[in-house]
Protein backbone atom coordinates (compact mmCIF):
# COMPACT_ATOMS: atom_id res chain seq x y z
CA UNK A 1 0.00 0.00 0.00
CA UNK A 2 1.53 3.63 -0.82
CA UNK A 3 1.73 6.23 1.81
CA UNK A 4 1.57 9.91 1.03
CA UNK A 5 3.19 12.75 2.59
CA UNK A 6 1.45 16.28 1.87
CA UNK A 7 3.26 19.34 2.56
CA UNK A 8 2.41 22.82 3.09
CA UNK A 9 3.65 25.74 3.72
CA UNK A 10 2.53 28.73 5.84
CA UNK A 11 2.89 32.44 6.77
CA UNK A 12 5.49 33.02 3.93
CA UNK A 13 6.54 31.93 0.69
CA UNK A 14 10.52 30.83 0.00
CA UNK A 15 10.52 29.22 3.28
CA UNK A 16 12.47 25.91 1.82
CA UNK A 17 9.75 24.35 1.22
CA UNK A 18 11.14 22.73 -2.21
CA UNK A 19 14.31 21.58 -0.20
CA UNK A 20 12.50 20.49 3.14
CA UNK A 21 10.55 18.07 1.10
CA UNK A 22 13.71 16.96 -0.63
CA UNK A 23 15.33 16.38 2.53
CA UNK A 24 12.49 14.36 3.55
CA UNK A 25 12.72 12.23 0.90
CA UNK A 26 16.47 11.67 1.66
CA UNK A 27 15.99 10.95 5.16
CA UNK A 28 12.79 8.01 4.44
CA UNK A 29 15.49 6.94 1.66
CA UNK A 30 18.31 6.33 3.89
CA UNK A 31 15.87 4.09 5.51
CA UNK A 32 15.56 1.26 2.52
CA UNK A 33 12.33 2.86 1.31
CA UNK A 34 11.67 4.08 -2.33
CA UNK A 35 10.69 7.19 -2.79
CA UNK A 36 9.08 9.69 -5.40
CA UNK A 37 7.97 13.59 -5.03
CA UNK A 38 5.86 15.43 -6.86
CA UNK A 39 5.78 19.44 -6.71
CA UNK A 40 2.12 20.95 -7.06
CA UNK A 41 1.91 24.55 -8.47
CA UNK A 42 -0.93 26.90 -8.35
CA UNK A 43 -0.42 29.39 -11.48
CA UNK A 44 -2.34 28.72 -14.42
CA UNK A 45 0.68 28.57 -17.41
CA UNK A 46 0.85 24.79 -18.25
CA UNK A 47 4.26 24.62 -17.85
CA UNK A 48 7.24 27.07 -16.85
CA UNK A 49 8.86 26.91 -20.27
CA UNK A 50 7.53 29.85 -21.30
CA UNK A 51 8.08 32.24 -17.74
CA UNK A 52 10.52 35.12 -17.62
CA UNK A 53 13.68 33.49 -15.20
CA UNK A 54 13.14 36.57 -13.06
CA UNK A 55 9.39 35.51 -12.53
CA UNK A 56 10.16 31.79 -12.21
CA UNK A 57 13.53 31.16 -11.39
CA UNK A 58 15.22 28.22 -13.14
CA UNK A 59 13.23 25.89 -15.20
CA UNK A 60 14.62 22.50 -14.92
CA UNK A 61 14.20 19.94 -17.61
CA UNK A 62 13.69 16.08 -17.15
CA UNK A 63 14.70 13.30 -18.98
CA UNK A 64 11.59 13.04 -20.85
CA UNK A 65 11.73 16.35 -21.98
CA UNK A 66 9.17 18.35 -19.33
CA UNK A 67 10.50 21.81 -18.74
CA UNK A 68 9.40 21.91 -14.90
CA UNK A 69 9.72 23.68 -11.19
CA UNK A 70 12.89 23.99 -10.00
CA UNK A 71 11.89 22.21 -7.02
CA UNK A 72 12.30 19.09 -9.01
CA UNK A 73 16.22 19.89 -9.45
CA UNK A 74 16.30 19.61 -5.47
CA UNK A 75 14.31 16.36 -5.61
CA UNK A 76 17.01 14.49 -7.72
CA UNK A 77 19.62 16.48 -6.70
CA UNK A 78 18.95 14.69 -2.81
CA UNK A 79 17.46 11.70 -3.83
CA UNK A 80 17.53 9.20 -6.49
CA UNK A 81 13.78 9.62 -7.79
CA UNK A 82 13.82 10.29 -11.28
CA UNK A 83 11.42 12.87 -12.30
CA UNK A 84 8.71 12.96 -15.38
CA UNK A 85 6.76 15.31 -16.98
CA UNK A 86 3.86 13.29 -14.55
CA UNK A 87 5.49 14.63 -11.10
CA UNK A 88 4.72 18.78 -11.60
CA UNK A 89 1.12 19.55 -12.03
CA UNK A 90 0.37 22.95 -12.34
CA UNK A 91 -3.53 24.63 -11.99
CA UNK A 92 -3.26 25.00 -16.13
CA UNK A 93 -2.82 21.36 -16.57
CA UNK A 94 -5.48 20.46 -14.82
CA UNK A 95 -8.10 22.66 -16.30
CA UNK A 96 -6.75 21.76 -19.78
CA UNK A 97 -7.51 18.49 -18.65
CA UNK A 98 -10.94 19.05 -17.23
CA UNK A 99 -11.71 21.28 -20.44
CA UNK A 100 -10.61 19.08 -22.94
CA UNK A 101 -13.07 15.80 -21.18
CA UNK A 102 -15.39 18.05 -20.86
CA UNK A 103 -15.53 18.81 -24.88
CA UNK A 104 -15.32 15.45 -25.60
CA UNK A 105 -18.29 14.80 -23.89
CA UNK A 106 -16.70 12.45 -21.23
CA UNK A 107 -19.05 13.74 -18.27
CA UNK A 108 -22.38 13.11 -19.95
CA UNK A 109 -23.62 16.19 -19.54
CA UNK A 110 -23.10 16.73 -15.85
CA UNK A 111 -22.26 20.38 -14.92
CA UNK A 112 -18.59 20.25 -14.27
CA UNK A 113 -17.18 22.31 -10.62
CA UNK A 114 -14.01 22.55 -8.67
CA UNK A 115 -15.65 19.83 -6.52
CA UNK A 116 -15.55 16.95 -7.57
CA UNK A 117 -14.19 17.30 -11.23
CA UNK A 118 -11.21 19.61 -11.08
CA UNK A 119 -10.16 17.88 -7.80
CA UNK A 120 -10.49 14.49 -9.32
CA UNK A 121 -7.96 15.36 -11.66
CA UNK A 122 -5.68 16.44 -9.12
CA UNK A 123 -6.46 12.71 -7.28
CA UNK A 124 -5.50 10.94 -10.06
CA UNK A 125 -2.08 12.25 -10.96
CA UNK A 126 -1.35 11.54 -7.53
CA UNK A 127 -2.27 7.96 -8.40
CA UNK A 128 -0.92 7.50 -11.51
CA UNK A 129 2.78 8.79 -10.01
CA UNK A 130 2.10 6.65 -7.45
CA UNK A 131 1.72 3.44 -9.68
CA UNK A 132 4.37 4.50 -12.32
CA UNK A 133 7.25 4.72 -9.76
CA UNK A 134 6.09 1.76 -7.84
CA UNK A 135 7.43 4.31 -4.40
CA UNK A 136 6.58 2.91 -1.09
CA UNK A 137 5.86 7.14 -0.67
CA UNK A 138 5.48 9.87 -2.41
CA UNK A 139 5.81 12.94 -1.02
CA UNK A 140 4.06 15.64 -2.68
CA UNK A 141 4.53 19.94 -2.01
CA UNK A 142 2.05 22.29 -2.80
CA UNK A 143 3.50 25.01 -3.82
CA UNK A 144 1.97 28.97 -2.76
CA UNK A 145 1.15 29.44 0.90
CA UNK A 146 -2.04 28.39 2.80
CA UNK A 147 -4.24 31.05 2.48
CA UNK A 148 -3.98 31.97 -0.97
CA UNK A 149 -7.15 31.72 -3.46
CA UNK A 150 -5.40 29.78 -6.02
CA UNK A 151 -3.79 26.71 -3.75
CA UNK A 152 -7.44 25.83 -2.76
CA UNK A 153 -8.47 23.58 -5.08
CA UNK A 154 -4.82 21.25 -4.67
CA UNK A 155 -5.40 21.54 -0.74
CA UNK A 156 -9.80 20.32 -1.05
CA UNK A 157 -7.85 17.15 -3.08
CA UNK A 158 -4.80 16.22 -0.35
CA UNK A 159 -7.94 16.73 2.13
CA UNK A 160 -10.15 14.04 -0.04
CA UNK A 161 -7.08 12.10 -0.19
CA UNK A 162 -7.16 10.89 3.32
CA UNK A 163 -10.74 9.62 2.81
CA UNK A 164 -9.71 7.93 -0.49
CA UNK A 165 -6.39 6.07 1.05
CA UNK A 166 -7.26 5.89 4.82
CA UNK A 167 -6.01 7.67 7.26
CA UNK A 168 -2.85 5.43 8.09
CA UNK A 169 -1.54 5.86 4.59
CA UNK A 170 -1.92 9.68 4.20
CA UNK A 171 0.42 12.39 6.62
CA UNK A 172 -0.06 15.96 6.11
CA UNK A 173 3.29 18.06 7.04
CA UNK A 174 3.28 22.03 7.47
CA UNK A 175 6.49 24.40 6.98
CA UNK A 176 5.72 27.38 8.81
CA UNK A 177 7.85 30.52 10.01
CA UNK A 178 8.16 31.45 13.54
CA UNK A 179 10.18 35.26 13.12
CA UNK A 180 12.52 36.28 15.61
CA UNK A 181 11.75 39.93 16.84
CA UNK A 182 15.09 41.54 17.90
CA UNK A 183 13.80 44.61 19.54
CA UNK A 184 11.63 42.14 22.00
CA UNK A 185 14.36 39.60 21.81
CA UNK A 186 11.11 37.08 21.66
CA UNK A 187 10.18 34.31 19.03
CA UNK A 188 6.40 34.56 18.10
CA UNK A 189 4.36 31.88 17.38
CA UNK A 190 1.53 33.81 16.63
CA UNK A 191 1.63 33.46 12.85
CA UNK A 192 2.33 29.71 13.16
CA UNK A 193 -1.08 29.31 15.27
CA UNK A 194 -3.05 30.97 12.55
CA UNK A 195 -1.60 29.43 9.56
CA UNK A 196 -2.74 25.81 11.49
CA UNK A 197 -5.88 27.70 12.23
CA UNK A 198 -6.49 28.43 8.46
CA UNK A 199 -5.50 25.25 7.23
CA UNK A 200 -8.23 23.61 9.47
CA UNK A 201 -10.66 25.13 8.09
CA UNK A 202 -9.92 23.57 4.90
CA UNK A 203 -9.78 20.45 6.91
CA UNK A 204 -6.87 19.75 7.30
CA UNK A 205 -5.34 18.87 10.82
CA UNK A 206 -1.70 18.50 10.07
CA UNK A 207 0.11 15.38 11.70
CA UNK A 208 3.95 17.63 11.59
CA UNK A 209 5.07 20.88 11.80
CA UNK A 210 8.59 22.44 10.24
CA UNK A 211 9.53 25.36 12.48
CA UNK A 212 11.71 27.44 10.22
CA UNK A 213 13.37 29.72 12.67
CA UNK A 214 16.99 32.21 13.32
CA UNK A 215 16.65 30.81 17.03
CA UNK A 216 16.87 27.20 18.44
CA UNK A 217 13.12 26.53 20.18
CA UNK A 218 13.12 26.07 23.20
CA UNK A 219 10.96 23.16 24.76
CA UNK A 220 9.10 25.69 26.77
CA UNK A 221 7.72 27.53 22.74
CA UNK A 222 7.64 23.65 21.56
CA UNK A 223 4.79 22.82 24.05
CA UNK A 224 3.11 26.30 23.24
CA UNK A 225 3.26 25.30 19.35
CA UNK A 226 1.85 22.48 20.37
CA UNK A 227 -1.05 22.67 22.49
CA UNK A 228 -2.17 25.75 20.22
CA UNK A 229 -1.95 24.07 17.19
CA UNK A 230 -3.06 20.60 18.38
CA UNK A 231 0.56 18.74 17.14
CA UNK A 232 2.33 16.19 19.23
CA UNK A 233 5.20 18.22 20.83
CA UNK A 234 7.92 15.58 19.31
CA UNK A 235 6.46 16.05 15.81
CA UNK A 236 7.38 20.01 16.46
CA UNK A 237 10.31 19.90 14.07
CA UNK A 238 12.98 22.63 14.48
CA UNK A 239 14.27 23.80 11.15
CA UNK A 240 17.35 26.38 12.28
CA UNK A 241 19.24 28.11 9.18
CA UNK A 242 22.07 26.38 7.90
CA UNK A 243 25.17 26.74 6.74
CA UNK A 244 24.41 24.59 3.75
CA UNK A 245 21.32 22.51 1.93
CA UNK A 246 22.84 19.56 2.66
CA UNK A 247 22.76 19.30 6.26
CA UNK A 248 19.13 19.54 6.23
CA UNK A 249 18.48 15.58 5.92
CA UNK A 250 20.68 15.47 9.35
CA UNK A 251 18.79 17.94 10.90
CA UNK A 252 15.36 16.28 10.45
CA UNK A 253 17.44 12.79 11.19
CA UNK A 254 18.43 14.40 14.72
CA UNK A 255 14.44 15.25 15.64
CA UNK A 256 13.75 11.59 14.75
CA UNK A 257 11.75 12.58 11.78
CA UNK A 258 12.07 10.02 9.87
CA UNK A 259 11.03 8.18 12.87
CA UNK A 260 7.69 9.98 13.82
CA UNK A 261 6.70 9.39 9.52
CA UNK A 262 7.52 5.79 9.74
CA UNK A 263 5.67 5.40 13.22
CA UNK A 264 2.48 7.31 11.81
CA UNK A 265 2.46 5.35 8.64
CA UNK A 266 3.24 1.76 10.78
CA UNK A 267 6.24 0.82 8.87
CA UNK A 268 9.07 -1.22 9.86
CA UNK A 269 12.23 -0.27 7.82
CA UNK A 270 16.31 -0.70 8.47
CA UNK A 271 18.01 1.60 10.35
CA UNK A 272 19.13 4.75 8.80
CA UNK A 273 22.32 5.25 7.01
CA UNK A 274 23.00 9.02 6.52
CA UNK A 275 26.94 8.64 6.95
CA UNK A 276 28.11 8.19 3.43
CA UNK A 277 25.84 11.23 2.40
CA UNK A 278 27.81 13.39 6.18
CA UNK A 279 30.98 11.85 5.09
CA UNK A 280 30.92 12.66 1.33
CA UNK A 281 29.08 16.09 0.69
CA UNK A 282 28.47 17.48 4.29
CA UNK A 283 31.88 16.97 5.81
CA UNK A 284 33.64 18.72 2.78
CA UNK A 285 31.40 21.36 2.44
CA UNK A 286 32.21 22.73 6.08
CA UNK A 287 36.00 21.95 6.15
CA UNK A 288 37.11 22.42 2.11
CA UNK A 289 40.55 22.46 1.64
CA UNK A 290 40.65 25.01 -1.25
CA UNK A 291 39.23 27.86 -2.60
CA UNK A 292 38.45 28.88 -5.84
CA UNK A 293 36.81 32.30 -7.66
CA UNK A 294 34.57 31.23 -10.32
CA UNK A 295 32.69 33.87 -12.49
CA UNK A 296 29.33 32.86 -13.86
CA UNK A 297 28.57 35.43 -16.41
CA UNK A 298 24.61 35.98 -17.49
CA UNK A 299 21.86 38.02 -17.24
CA UNK A 300 19.86 36.57 -15.23
CA UNK A 301 22.81 36.91 -12.09
CA UNK A 302 20.23 39.48 -9.89
CA UNK A 303 18.77 36.47 -8.84
CA UNK A 304 19.49 33.97 -6.99
CA UNK A 305 17.17 30.70 -8.35
CA UNK A 306 17.70 31.85 -12.42
CA UNK A 307 20.65 29.78 -12.18
CA UNK A 308 19.69 27.62 -9.46
CA UNK A 309 21.18 23.89 -11.30
CA UNK A 310 24.19 25.69 -11.74
CA UNK A 311 25.34 27.10 -8.73
CA UNK A 312 24.49 23.54 -7.23
CA UNK A 313 26.77 21.91 -10.14
CA UNK A 314 29.23 24.50 -9.35
CA UNK A 315 29.42 23.34 -5.86
CA UNK A 316 29.23 19.95 -6.32
CA UNK A 317 32.31 20.64 -8.59
CA UNK A 318 33.92 21.83 -5.54
CA UNK A 319 32.74 18.95 -3.03
CA UNK A 320 34.48 16.82 -5.70
CA UNK A 321 38.00 18.36 -5.41
CA UNK A 322 37.81 19.43 -1.86
CA UNK A 323 37.25 23.01 -2.58
CA UNK A 324 34.89 25.82 -1.70
CA UNK A 325 33.95 27.30 -5.12
CA UNK A 326 33.20 31.35 -4.69
CA UNK A 327 31.00 32.39 -7.19
CA UNK A 328 31.01 36.15 -8.79
CA UNK A 329 27.74 36.39 -10.52
CA UNK A 330 28.55 39.06 -13.54
CA UNK A 331 25.85 40.96 -15.31
CA UNK A 332 27.54 40.72 -18.63
CA UNK A 333 26.07 43.99 -19.81
CA UNK A 334 28.74 45.45 -17.28
CA UNK A 335 30.93 43.78 -19.37
CA UNK A 336 29.69 45.49 -22.13
CA UNK A 337 30.45 48.73 -20.56
CA UNK A 338 33.66 48.33 -18.56
CA UNK A 339 35.69 45.55 -20.60
CA UNK A 340 36.96 41.78 -19.14
CA UNK A 341 39.46 43.05 -17.27
CA UNK A 342 38.10 44.80 -14.51
CA UNK A 343 35.80 42.09 -13.67
CA UNK A 344 36.86 38.87 -14.56
CA UNK A 345 41.03 39.40 -13.88
CA UNK A 346 40.33 37.54 -10.63
CA UNK A 347 39.14 34.67 -11.25
CA UNK A 348 40.30 31.50 -11.96
CA UNK A 349 37.24 29.64 -14.23
CA UNK A 350 34.61 31.14 -16.12
CA UNK A 351 31.02 30.34 -16.77
CA UNK A 352 28.57 31.35 -19.28
CA UNK A 353 25.35 30.02 -19.03
CA UNK A 354 22.17 28.87 -21.16
CA UNK A 355 19.63 31.76 -22.14
CA UNK A 356 17.66 33.56 -24.77
CA UNK A 357 17.45 36.57 -26.99
CA UNK A 358 20.23 39.33 -27.85
CA UNK A 359 20.87 41.56 -24.51
CA UNK A 360 23.46 40.78 -23.09
CA UNK A 361 25.46 38.47 -25.53
CA UNK A 362 28.12 40.51 -26.63
CA UNK A 363 29.12 40.74 -23.05
CA UNK A 364 29.12 37.02 -22.88
CA UNK A 365 31.42 36.67 -26.05
CA UNK A 366 33.96 39.20 -24.83
CA UNK A 367 34.00 37.27 -21.79
CA UNK A 368 34.68 34.24 -23.72
CA UNK A 369 37.32 35.49 -25.70
CA UNK A 370 38.78 36.75 -22.50
CA UNK A 371 38.62 33.30 -21.24
CA UNK A 372 40.34 31.84 -24.38
CA UNK A 373 43.24 34.10 -24.70
CA UNK A 374 44.23 34.21 -21.51
CA UNK A 375 44.30 30.20 -20.67
CA UNK A 376 41.31 30.48 -17.75
CA UNK A 377 39.37 27.14 -17.90
CA UNK A 378 35.97 28.33 -19.73
CA UNK A 379 32.60 25.76 -19.33
CA UNK A 380 29.62 26.71 -21.91
CA UNK A 381 26.42 25.71 -21.60
CA UNK A 382 23.90 25.82 -24.15
CA UNK A 383 23.91 29.43 -25.03
CA UNK A 384 27.35 29.60 -23.65
CA UNK A 385 28.81 26.97 -26.40
CA UNK A 386 26.80 29.13 -29.09
CA UNK A 387 28.54 31.98 -27.59
CA UNK A 388 31.56 30.32 -27.95
CA UNK A 389 31.53 28.97 -31.42
CA UNK A 390 30.48 33.02 -32.48
CA UNK A 391 33.43 34.50 -30.64
CA UNK A 392 35.89 32.23 -32.65
CA UNK A 393 34.68 32.68 -36.00
CA UNK A 394 34.66 36.66 -35.10
CA UNK A 395 38.07 36.33 -34.06
CA UNK A 396 39.86 33.25 -34.81
CA UNK A 397 38.32 32.49 -37.89
CA UNK A 398 38.23 36.08 -39.94
CA UNK A 399 34.45 35.70 -39.85
CA UNK A 400 33.74 39.27 -38.42
CA UNK A 401 30.18 39.57 -38.27
CA UNK A 402 29.86 35.87 -37.54
CA UNK A 403 26.06 35.61 -35.35
CA UNK A 404 23.33 33.28 -34.53
CA UNK A 405 20.21 33.94 -36.39
CA UNK A 406 18.21 33.83 -33.44
CA UNK A 407 20.36 37.25 -32.60
CA UNK A 408 20.55 38.55 -36.87
CA UNK A 409 18.12 36.72 -38.86
CA UNK A 410 20.48 37.91 -42.01
CA UNK A 411 23.96 37.58 -41.26
CA UNK A 412 26.73 37.05 -43.24
CA UNK A 413 28.01 34.47 -41.45
CA UNK A 414 25.18 32.38 -39.66
CA UNK A 415 27.32 29.95 -37.57
CA UNK A 416 24.02 29.05 -35.08
CA UNK A 417 21.13 28.54 -37.25
CA UNK A 418 17.68 26.77 -37.36
CA UNK A 419 17.44 23.67 -39.08
CA UNK A 420 15.73 23.77 -42.01
CA UNK A 421 12.61 21.80 -40.39
CA UNK A 422 12.53 24.08 -37.32
CA UNK A 423 11.83 27.38 -39.42
CA UNK A 424 7.95 25.95 -39.87
CA UNK A 425 7.11 26.26 -35.88
CA UNK A 426 4.90 29.14 -35.03
CA UNK A 427 4.39 28.59 -31.38
CA UNK A 428 6.87 29.29 -29.05
CA UNK A 429 5.68 27.00 -26.17
CA UNK A 430 6.63 23.68 -26.28
CA UNK A 431 8.64 23.79 -29.80
CA UNK A 432 12.64 23.11 -28.51
CA UNK A 433 14.62 20.36 -28.63
CA UNK A 434 13.88 18.86 -25.52
CA UNK A 435 15.31 16.41 -23.01
CA UNK A 436 17.53 13.54 -23.33
CA UNK A 437 19.55 12.74 -26.74
CA UNK A 438 22.36 10.38 -26.71
CA UNK A 439 25.38 12.06 -27.84
CA UNK A 440 29.04 10.15 -29.62
CA UNK A 441 32.14 11.08 -27.41
CA UNK A 442 35.07 11.52 -29.55
CA UNK A 443 38.24 8.86 -28.20
CA UNK A 444 40.94 11.35 -26.81
CA UNK A 445 38.96 14.40 -27.07
CA UNK A 446 38.95 16.19 -22.98
CA UNK A 447 35.01 15.50 -23.07
CA UNK A 448 36.57 11.42 -23.46
CA UNK A 449 38.94 11.72 -20.11
CA UNK A 450 36.48 13.17 -17.96
CA UNK A 451 33.28 11.39 -19.07
CA UNK A 452 35.65 8.22 -19.34
CA UNK A 453 33.06 6.57 -21.74
CA UNK A 454 32.39 7.47 -25.47
CA UNK A 455 28.69 7.58 -25.37
CA UNK A 456 26.52 9.46 -22.61
CA UNK A 457 22.83 10.99 -22.97
CA UNK A 458 22.22 14.67 -21.37
CA UNK A 459 19.23 17.11 -21.45
CA UNK A 460 18.52 19.79 -24.28
CA UNK A 461 16.66 22.68 -23.93
CA UNK A 462 17.18 25.02 -26.74
CA UNK A 463 16.35 25.55 -30.48
CA UNK A 464 19.07 26.60 -32.57
CA UNK A 465 22.31 24.67 -33.54
CA UNK A 466 25.68 24.51 -34.70
CA UNK A 467 25.55 25.36 -38.71
CA UNK A 468 27.48 22.22 -39.77
CA UNK A 469 28.33 24.69 -43.06
CA UNK A 470 31.20 26.16 -41.00
CA UNK A 471 32.44 23.31 -39.24
CA UNK A 472 35.49 22.54 -41.19
CA UNK A 473 36.17 26.50 -41.43
CA UNK A 474 36.05 26.31 -37.41
CA UNK A 475 38.52 23.34 -37.35
CA UNK A 476 40.93 24.17 -39.41
CA UNK A 477 41.50 26.94 -36.83
CA UNK A 478 41.74 24.92 -33.96
CA UNK A 479 37.92 23.99 -32.97
CA UNK A 480 37.38 20.25 -31.83
CA UNK A 481 33.65 18.67 -32.38
CA UNK A 482 34.39 16.33 -29.68
CA UNK A 483 30.62 15.20 -28.79
CA UNK A 484 27.81 14.68 -31.46
CA UNK A 485 24.15 13.77 -31.76
CA UNK A 486 24.68 10.97 -34.30
CA UNK A 487 21.30 10.66 -35.69
CA UNK A 488 21.48 14.13 -37.03
CA UNK A 489 24.75 15.04 -36.97
CA UNK A 490 24.63 17.90 -34.69
CA UNK A 491 27.23 18.99 -32.58
CA UNK A 492 26.62 18.75 -28.89
CA UNK A 493 30.59 19.39 -27.68
CA UNK A 494 33.13 21.64 -28.71
CA UNK A 495 36.81 22.19 -27.51
CA UNK A 496 39.86 24.62 -28.35
CA UNK A 497 42.75 23.23 -29.24
CA UNK A 498 46.09 24.12 -26.93
CA UNK A 499 43.64 25.22 -24.09
CA UNK A 500 44.25 23.86 -20.55
CA UNK A 501 40.17 23.29 -20.43
CA UNK A 502 37.50 25.09 -23.18
CA UNK A 503 34.73 22.76 -23.06
CA UNK A 504 31.30 24.15 -24.16
CA UNK A 505 27.99 22.27 -24.35
CA UNK A 506 24.80 22.11 -26.64
CA UNK A 507 22.81 20.48 -23.47
CA UNK A 508 22.71 20.96 -20.15
CA UNK A 509 25.00 19.29 -17.79
CA UNK A 510 24.00 20.89 -14.59
CA UNK A 511 20.70 19.12 -14.48
CA UNK A 512 22.27 15.76 -13.62
CA UNK A 513 24.92 16.91 -11.27
CA UNK A 514 24.62 15.93 -7.61
CA UNK A 515 26.29 16.61 -4.29
CA UNK A 516 27.64 12.59 -4.25
CA UNK A 517 28.24 12.55 -7.81
CA UNK A 518 29.33 16.20 -8.95
CA UNK A 519 29.18 15.83 -13.23
CA UNK A 520 32.34 15.13 -15.31
CA UNK A 521 32.43 18.79 -16.96
CA UNK A 522 31.91 20.35 -13.73
CA UNK A 523 34.19 18.18 -11.68
CA UNK A 524 37.02 19.04 -14.23
CA UNK A 525 36.27 22.44 -14.93
CA UNK A 526 36.54 23.03 -10.81
CA UNK A 527 39.89 20.96 -11.15
CA UNK A 528 41.50 23.16 -13.78
CA UNK A 529 40.39 26.41 -12.07
CA UNK A 530 41.88 24.78 -8.85
CA UNK A 531 45.10 24.37 -11.07
CA UNK A 532 44.85 27.77 -12.71
CA UNK A 533 44.45 29.50 -9.18
CA UNK A 534 48.27 27.98 -8.49
CA UNK A 535 49.60 29.59 -10.62
CA UNK A 536 47.82 33.05 -10.47
CA UNK A 537 49.12 33.31 -6.59
N1 LIG B 1 18.67 30.60 -27.13
C1 LIG B 1 19.40 29.44 -27.51
C2 LIG B 1 18.57 28.45 -28.30
O1 LIG B 1 17.38 28.50 -28.28
C3 LIG B 1 20.02 28.78 -26.29
C4 LIG B 1 19.02 28.18 -25.37
C5 LIG B 1 19.58 27.87 -24.00
O2 LIG B 1 20.65 28.33 -23.65
N2 LIG B 1 18.86 27.11 -23.20
O3 LIG B 1 19.10 27.59 -28.96
New binding site residues.
Given amino acids: MTKYIFITGGVISSLGKGIASASIGKILESRGLKVTLMKFDPYINVDPGTMNPYQHGEVYVTEDGAETDLDLGHYERFTSAQMTRFNNVTTGQIYNAVISKERRGDYLGKTIQVIPHITHEIKERIKKVAAVSRADIVIIEIGGTVGDIESLPFLEAARQFRLDAGCENVLYIHLTLIPYIKCADEIKTKPTQHSVGTLREIGIEPDILICRTEKALSDEVKEKISLFCNVRKEAVIEAKDVASIYQVPSEFKNQILDEIILSHFKLISRLSNLKEWEKNVVERIINPEDRVAIAVVGKYVGLQDAYKSIYESLAHGGIHNNAKVEIKKIDSEEIEKDGPEKLLSEVSGILVP???GYRGIEGKIKAIKFARENNIPYLGL??GM?CAVIEFARNACGMKSANST?FKLKTKYPVISLLEEQKRVKNLGGT?RLGIYPCKIKKGALAYKLYGQGLIYERH????ELNNKYRSALEKKGMIFSGIYPKNNLVEIVELKGHPYFIAAQFHPEFKSKPDKAHPLFRGFIKAALEKSKCQD
Fill in positions: GGFCLQEMRHRY
